[in-house]
């Protein structure tokens, strides 16, 4: 099932936010981040109906994503 687009980009904005915050980075940079990630291409894809999870759960997997390349 695809999401409306409009839903995911809004979606994608309360991700890249909360990353952000809980990563003490700049919204530009947790943006730069979430654009070249796994999670940004597994969501764009529809994969497993990713984009249903919550925000929160989505943003702490993004989070590890980034600790796991950067440390």
Do not use: P, W
């Not at 994608?12 to 530009?28: C, E, N, P, W």
């Amino acid at each position: 099932m695809n999401a409306n687009s409009v839903l995911l980009q809004k979606k994608y904005g309360r991700i890249v936010a909360m990353f952000a915050k809980q990563s003490k980075l700049t919204l530009d940079e947790a943006l730069e981040f979430f654009y070249h990630s796994s999670l940004y291409q597994l969501l764009r894809e529809g994969v497993s109906d990713l984009h249903c999870m919550s925000d929160g759960y989505l943003a702490e997997d993004l989070k590890e994503e980034y600790c796991r390349m950067y440390g």
